[in-house]
Structures are given as structure tokens and as C-alpha cells.
Nanobody, 119 residues
Framework: QLVESGGDSVQVGGSLRLSCVVS????????MGWFRQAPGKEREGVAR????????YYTDSVKGRFTISQDNAKNTVYLQMNSLKPEDTAMYYC???????????????WGQGTQVTVS
């Protein structure tokens, strides 16, 4: 089970930190990803990282602004979002999968989503 939190309405230039608590299975050797979906648009990958560590990856539109991190002791993955823009407005989802890609189909477990609105 993945449970996201931290979404909110913020002003342009503001910051938010999303959290994803993972429970019910071992997080070893899985890719943890953050995706987002705006109304009328396809779900897109935002950031991803292997649970065992390694380099994170970001989609171009968030590079330099978003940071993915994880606290294995808390079984939690975070997405720190700074310098938020209106185009960041979307439902944000946490996901766990066996392949570290941008393709949602490789992620087996999904959270319910948390809404981020930037205006």
C-alpha cells in the first residue's frame, strides 16, 4: 500500500513536500516513482529512484526544482518541490515498480494521489 500526502494549494514560486508512505511489502529492489496527471493530459513521470539508492532521475520540466529522496527507516519517499509553477498543477501519484522507467505500465503499485494546485 502506498499513501501520499502533502498536496495543497500554493502560490507561484512556493514550495511543497509530498510524502509517500509504503507499507505491506518489502521495498528492496523496487523503483519508486512520482507521477502526475493534469486534467485532460496523460500521466507523466516526474522523478524516480531505486529503493536501494543510486542516482535519481527527473523529467526535464522539473530539473533543478524538484528533489526525490527516501528514508528507508520510515519506509517513506519524498518529493520536495520548489519554485512551483502553474503548469505543475496536477494530481501527484507515488508508485512502485520493477523497472525504473517513465512508463506507468511498469509500476505495479500506486497510491491514491494528492492534489497540487499552483496559482
Amino acid at each position: 500500500q502506498l499513501v501520499e500526502s502533502g498536496g495543497d494549494s500554493v502560490q507561484v514560486g512556493g514550495s511543497l513536500r509530498l510524502s509517500c508512505v509504503v507499507s505491506g511489502y518489502t521495498r528492496s529492489r523496487v523503483c519508486m516513482g512520482w507521477f502526475r496527471q493534469a486534467p485532460g493530459k496523460e500521466r507523466e513521470g516526474v522523478a524516480r529512484i531505486w529503493s536501494g539508492g543510486g542516482s535519481p532521475y527527473y523529467t526535464d520540466s522539473v530539473k533543478g526544482r524538484f528533489t526525490i529522496s527516501q528514508d528507508n527507516a520510515k519506509n517513506t519517499v519524498y518529493l520536495q518541490m520548489n519554485s512551483l509553477k502553474p503548469e505543475d498543477t496536477a494530481m501527484y501519484y507515488c508508485a512502485a515498480g520493477t523497472r525504473c522507467t517513465w512508463e506507468p505500465r511498469w509500476y505495479n503499485y500506486w497510491g491514491q494521489g494528492t492534489q497540487v494546485t499552483v496559482s
